[in-house]
């Protein structure tokens, strides 16, 4: 009975409230946990940073009228031939063209599936080629010759050029070296600090049929950012039937000229030359200035007076010793041990200052100190006139060039129907791709879009954020180090300068402007005072203006039955009073 009362006292009302607390209490704290274990979960897949765009490479291919294109896709070097022919002049052990060739992909690829020719073997001639679908005939369409190259490991000592092969009936690929008639040369080359883009080309002189090479002048844009970044670079040439050329890097113009005006030696030869058998007359004269004859050396002119003479007007300082050597022997010196006198002479000691000339103005014989002479005129000679007898420089006569003859067309070269690399190079793992010949701008640009396009988009989207471009960029210029810090250092210093002084408080700055009068000014106290009593000053006036105006509204018969006298006495009185009043200086002085 007491059992089942004290069960049913627990399960009451009271007891069943707070067996639902604590229910309340144990779900509560289970959902904390549930919920921080969401959040860990959520914080687990907080999503990524989106990953890298990749490009998906495909291989260009030619659209339009073209007469070479090459992108190596095929993992071979199938239409390619490999010189087997020895280098003239030097010795045997290196004039082999034995330099390796492969054709893979670079290093470190932005762009799976897109593979080149590499020149894999380092200080060894390479030299390889392969002919044109049909040769190149210079006659009214340009031509445009392209190719990438990537120096994948850097370049120190080597070319990366192309050779457009003459077309001849002897022509073999096989037997392909260095004096293999070539109608072009054109791409990068590099030795120590000298950055190069050929454009050579062979001109042929029509009087005699030799062939001689024409260089393009210089670009004028500096190189060496494509050989040192390790990221691919189209080389493109275009020239046009007008004479005109342009040497492209990437799409942008770096070089431009006429074959007629911009070529070393210049395309044609001068009309006239200097005589070869004209010789100087001897009595020529080609003296512009001469002796005057008629000049005579003045009388008193003494030119055995010396440039330096004592200074008469010296006095010897007092104090000097006369008697005393500047230099003494050492009087703690000893003569050492294994000094022989028949082998090393008579031993001196070694010579140190005089002590006693330290506190003298000097020691020795005095002698008086030398000055310029004022008589000096040194050796005379007669003055320089005009040569009356002056010829001018003596230059040969003109005759007319017997070799003399003049091509105003030298974009109509040789035709050439071969692509050949013919290279020795210091470095290795050159990368060269996508080599391109056509008459059409339109297409060279086309198959440019679709092959270095790529590659550049790729390396893009691989590029490292700017920091790193400023790290690597400082690592091959040290000096930016400075330009760094002095770009973000200045800025940091202004701000703090000028956080730290701050813009001075009105109190100060016109304190500071009193100290510089001596007119009496009011303190900054006074000041404070005064404008509290202007504004009190205000506040009476409204006051007093709503009184007047009260009294004016129910006493109108009775001022107007006022004497006017009494009206300025008491305008005048008003008036005084309240410029008193509105004046703080006056009202402190009534003050007090």
Known sequence: MCGAALSESVSGPHGVRAQEEADDMEMDVEDAIDDMQEEDVEEEKAPSPPPVPTVTYKAPEPMGEHYFAESFDKGTLQGWVLSQAKKEGIDEDIAKYDGKWEVEEMKDTKLPGDKGLVLKSKAKHHAVSALLLRPFTFDTKPLIVQYEVNFQTG??????YVKLLSQTPDLDLEEFVDKTPYTIMFGP??????????????????????????????????LRTYYTDKKTHLFTLVLNPDNSFEILI??????????????????????????????????????????????????????????KIPDEDAVKPDG?????????????????????????????????????????????????????????KGKWKPPMIDNPNYQGVWKPRKIPNPDFFEDLHPFRMTPFSAVGLELWSM????????????????????????????????????????????ITAAEERPWLWIVYVLTVA????????????????????????????????????????????????????????????????????EEAAGSDNKDDDTSNEKSEDDILRRSPRNRKLRKD
């Open 155 to 160: 370049i120190d000592c080597g070319g990366a």
């Open 189 to 222: 080359d590099k030795c120590g600090e000298d950055y190069k883009l050929h454009f050579i080309f062979r001109h042929k002189n029509p009087k005699t049929g030799e062939f001689e090479e024409k260089h393009a002048k210089k670009p004028d844009a500096d």
């Open 250 to 307: 990437d799409q942008t113009v770096v070089n431009s000229g006429s074959l007629l005006n911009d070529m070393t030696p210049p395309i044609n030869p001068p009309a006239e030359i200097e005589d070869p058998d004209d010789h100087k007359p001897e009595d020529w004269d080609e003296r512009p200035k001469i002796q005057d004859p008629d000049s005579v050396k003045p009388e008193d002119w003494d030119e055995d007076a010396p440039a």
């Open 320 to 376: 000097w010793l006369d008697d005393e050597p500047e230099y003494i022997g050492d009087p703690d010196a000893l003569k050492p041990d294994d000094w022989d006198e028949d082998m090393d002479g008579a031993w001196e000691a070694p010579q140190i200052p005089n002590p006693v000339c330290e506190t003298a103005p000097g020691c020795g014989p005095w002698e008086r100190p030398v000055i310029d002479n004022p008589n000096y």
């Open 427 to 470: 470095s290795a793992d050159i990368f060269f791709d996508n080599f391109f010949v056509t008459s059409d701008r339109n297409v060279a640009e086309r198959w440019a879009a679709d092959g270095w396009g790529l590659k550049k988009a790729a390396e893009g989207a691989a590029e490292p954020g700017l920091v790193n471009q400023m």
């Open 490 to 557: 200045l800025p940091l210093v202004l701000i703090i300068v000028f956080c730290c002084t701050g813009k001075k408080s009105p109190a100060s700055t016109s304190a500071a402007e009193y100290k510089k009068t001596d007119a009496p000014q009011p303190d900054v106290k006074e000041e404070a005072e005064e404008e509290e009593a202007e504004e009190e000053d205000a506040k009476e006036e409204e006051s007093e203006a709503k009184k007047s105006e009260e009294e004016d509204s129910s006493g109108e018969a």
